[in-house]
């Protein structure tokens, strides 16, 4: 699966010679459309649009039409990008540790982290990033990311960005597909445990994978609490949600359920199978739930996929290790990607209505076409058009079909549902449009985030950058404008017109991220905005100081080999971009402060003697100034 072929079968054109006439054609054509061809402004602008016209270089000082937040895969973060430029705006750490922030040892993000940061080391594995949802498009308000590696949901705010609640999902283990409900507003999270384990998994039935389970978890949004969970057959992978709040469509593989890859493999179908949100509500209301072990949270049983499923589940055969599964943008379908069949199901909604409602008996008769587009399809993304575009991953393409034309070949029509086939570098898993999981797609750009970029770039050793293609899909014909390196590995993206976002520029001093740390402050007498004090409690010693540009409120503060110190710093410029960082030398203590923002760190002072600390982040001509001393007594 490593090798690419260099020839394209389905078109007899080499690769190299494809991209060749890509490039030139699109240079001929901006040059036709500029309608003539001269030196010095024209020729630089000539660079910068395509031949569909759509302008893909951001000049200096010009902002991004589009905000970008990239999984960051097993580096444990979210990334946000401008679109299209591809510039790496921010990270957001998440389930890992960052030393620029202070991710991971400030008490702020430590009670984020929650129950056991130190066991997973910092380690997480975020695929999919989703942004909440009012009235089907995004709302700006929070993001949610999956840890596949440590079975955790994380929420980050999107006035702030940053993570602000991590759960551990219950009963389940590793959370892969998560998606938002759609309509009316995102009160749920979607989660997929993947894969199977005993119910208790609590040391018995070990070596009896007939008992081996997984479930669907729905997650409040607001209160980020396990609601329900669904019992289901075989193994969740990715899910989507409708357009009317009323299903979550996961594909679901390992219908044999069995626990080695060959037993895996065995039967020629597997599922998409679709929940009813409405029968899940009404049956935990009238208490008609089990649960598990300790756990709590309600447990319903949608198990019985040999006979459809139960009143809360619908099965839908599809064939065998279905991977990605997208719903257009319609509302009108679900798409199930076939992965190792070169097919994807489309899936009538409307159907599956009629499945719950008693109207249809056979959950097969809600796949009205199966078109075929290559080998290897994972994901679908869509444009404004009624065209979809699918990630082919043996075939390192991308294959732009039309959806209405599918429809009409699979009643028997001759008509070719294929537009193009686009190669890419290579291998590509998620692919990713404008706007293409609202009901605003605009059809503008579209991602191809490709798992292997080989000789795409300058080689940096072994170990290879993935390659993030920027493809304008604005015309008839899909062009390839950009290619993007990326640290490994982002699954997936999804980009979201800037007017939904709307981010803070500097904190608010009442702001509930440190309301904890302004509490104890509160408990201690201390008011952080103007005080410079050493509180003493036993061998609990709290040091409280301001900053402002280019000074810490206290220069000095003496504490006791053994004690168990608190520095809360509250950073009173309240300039736009004007952070401070507080770094403890030999201490292993760096954090960030950003404007108005107070942040605090607690660690025990074993090491006696003068220990500086300073200021991480640039904020002054006398930043190498701004610094101060800890004298810890011998004991
Ligand atoms: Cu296809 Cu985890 Cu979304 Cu990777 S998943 S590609
Ligand atoms: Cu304060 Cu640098």
Same mark, same amino acid.
């Given at each position: 699966m490593s090798d690419h072929k260099e020839d394209d079968n389905k078109t007899g054109i080499s690769r190299r010679g494809f991209l060749g006439a890509t490039a030139a054609a699109s240079v001929a054509g901006a040059g036709l459309a500029a309608g003539v061809l001269v030196g010095g402004k024209e020729a630089e602008a000539r660079t910068k649009t395509n031949a569909n016209g759509l302008k893909f270089h951001v000049d200096p000082g010009e902002l991004d039409d589009y905000y970008g937040f990239w999984s960051g895969g097993h580096s444990g973060e979210v990334r946000i990008l401008g679109v299209p430029s591809m510039r790496e705006l921010m990270r957001i750490p998440v389930f890992n540790r960052d030393s620029a922030t202070g991710w991971g040892q400030t008490n702020e993000s430590k009670r984020i982290l929650g129950d056991n940061p130190q066991d997973y080391m910092g380690a997480g594995d975020t695929h999919h990033v989703h942004a909440s949802y009012t009235n089907g498009t995004y709302d700006g308000r929070y993001l949610f990311t999956n840890d596949k590696l440590n079975t955790r949901v994380a929420r980050i705010r999107m006035d702030i960005m940053k993570t602000d609640k991590i759960i551990t999902v219950p009963n389940v283990t590793s959370i892969h597909g998560l998606r938002l409900?759609?309509?009316?507003?995102?009160?749920? +999270?979607?989660?997929?445990?993947?894969? =199977? %384990?005993?119910?208790?998994?609590?040391?018995?039935?070990?070596?009896?994978?007939?008992?081996?389970?997984?479930?669907?978890?729905?997650?409040?949004?607001?209160?980020?609490?396990?609601?329900?969970?669904?019992?289901?057959?075989?193994?969740? /992978?990715?899910?989507?949600?409708?357009?009317?709040? $009323?299903? =979550?469509?996961?594909?679901?593989?390992?219908?044999?359920?069995?626990?080695?890859?060959?037993?895996?493999?065995?039967?020629?179908?597997?599922? &998409?199978?679709?929940?009813?949100?409405?029968? @899940?509500?009404?049956?935990?209301?009238?208490?008609?739930?089990?649960? %598990?072990?300790?756990?709590?949270?309600?447990?319903? /049983?949608?198990?019985? +996929?040999?006979?459809?499923? *139960?009143?809360?589940?619908?099965?839908?055969?599809?064939?065998?290790?279905?991977?990605?599964?997208?719903?257009?943008?319609?509302?009108k379908y679900f798409i199930a990607n076939g992965k190792l069949s070169p097919t994807v199901s489309i899936i009538e909604i409307a159907k599956v209505d009629d499945y719950f409602a008693g109207k249809l008996k056979d959950p097969r008769d809600a796949v009205i076409a199966e078109p075929e587009l290559g080998l290897g399809p994972l994901h679908t993304t869509y444009d404004n058009r009624g065209n979809a575009y699918t990630s082919v991953f043996l075939d390192s393409q991308v294959v732009k079909w039309n959806i209405a034309d &599918?429809?009409?070949?699979? $009643?028997?029509?001759?008509?070719?549902?294929?537009?193009? $086939?686009?190669?890419?570098?290579?291998?590509?898993?998620?692919?990713?449009?404008?706007?293409?999981?609202? $009901?605003?797609?605009?059809?503008?750009?579209?991602? +191809?985030?490709?798992?292997?970029?080989?000789?795409?770039?300058?080689?940096?050793?072994?170990?290879?950058?993935?390659?993030?293609?920027? %493809?304008?899909?604005?015309?008839?014909?899909?062009?390839? @404008?950009?290619?993007?390196?990326?640290?490994?590995?982002?699954?997936?993206?999804?980009?979201?017109?800037?007017?939904?976002?709307?981010? +803070?520029? @500097?904190?608010?001093?009442? /702001?509930?991220?440190? &309301?904890?740390? =302004?509490?104890?402050?509160?408990?201690?007498?201390?008011?952080?905005?103007?005080?410079?004090?050493?509180?003493?409690?036993?061998?609990?010693?709290?040091?409280?100081?301001t900053t402002i540009a280019p000074n810490f409120g206290l220069t000095d503060f003496k504490i006791k080999q053994g004690d168990e110190v608190t520095v809360v710093i509250t950073n009173?410029?309240?300039?736009?971009?004007?952070?401070?960082?507080? &770094?403890?030398?030999?201490?292993? %203590?760096?954090?960030?402060?950003?404007?108005?923002?107070?942040? *605090?760190?607690?660690?025990?002072?074993?090491?006696?003697?003068?220990?500086?600390?300073?200021? *991480?982040?640039?904020?002054?001509?006398?930043?190498?100034?701004?610094?101060?001393?800890?004298?810890v007594e011998a004991a």
């Open positions: 409900q759609k309509y009316p507003k995102s009160n749920y +999270a979607f989660a997929n445990g993947e894969m =199977v %384990i005993p119910q208790p998994n609590d040391g018995r039935d070990l070596e009896n994978p007939e008992n081996y389970w997984t479930m669907l978890s729905a997650i409040d949004v607001e209160s980020m609490e396990v609601k329900w969970q669904v019992l289901v057959d075989g193994n969740l /992978d990715n899910n989507d949600t409708d357009y009317q709040g $009323k299903y =979550v469509c996961s594909t679901c593989y390992n219908s044999a359920r069995g626990v080695t890859l060959p037993e895996m493999m065995g039967p020629e179908r597997d599922w &998409a199978v679709v929940i009813n949100l409405k029968a @899940v509500e009404e049956a935990v209301a009238a208490g008609d739930f089990t649960t %598990i072990g300790d756990c709590k949270v309600p447990v319903v /049983d949608g198990r019985g +996929a040999e006979q459809g499923g *139960s009143k809360f589940t619908m099965y839908i055969p599809v064939p065998r290790s279905p991977h990605g599964l997208n719903t257009t943008p319609d509302g &599918a429809l009409r070949a699979a $009643k028997g029509e001759k008509v070719n549902y294929i537009r193009q $086939k686009l190669d890419v570098h290579y291998q590509i898993g998620h692919i990713k449009a404008t706007m293409a999981e609202t $009901k605003e797609p605009d059809g503008k750009w579209l991602v +191809a985030l490709c798992k292997f970029s080989k000789d795409r770039f300058l080689p940096v050793g072994p170990l290879h950058a993935e390659n993030d293609q920027l %493809i304008d899909i604005s015309g008839d014909e899909m062009k390839l @404008v950009h290619d993007g390196p990326t640290f490994p590995e982002p699954h997936d993206c999804i980009m979201v017109r800037r007017d939904s976002v709307r981010p +803070a520029r @500097v904190w608010k001093r009442d /702001d509930p991220y440190f &309301a904890e740390t =302004v509490a104890m402050a509160k408990a201690d007498g201390i008011t952080l905005e103007q005080d410079n004090k050493v509180i003493r409690d036993g061998n609990q010693v709290r040091v409280y100081m009173m410029d309240s300039i736009e971009d004007l952070h401070h960082g507080f &770094a403890l030398t030999n201490h292993g %203590i760096n954090f960030e402060i950003a404007p108005q923002a107070t942040a *605090s760190v607690t660690f025990t002072a074993n090491k006696p003697g003068v220990h500086w600390y300073y200021c *991480s982040w640039f904020c002054h001509a006398l930043h190498m100034e701004m610094s101060g001393r800890m004298l």
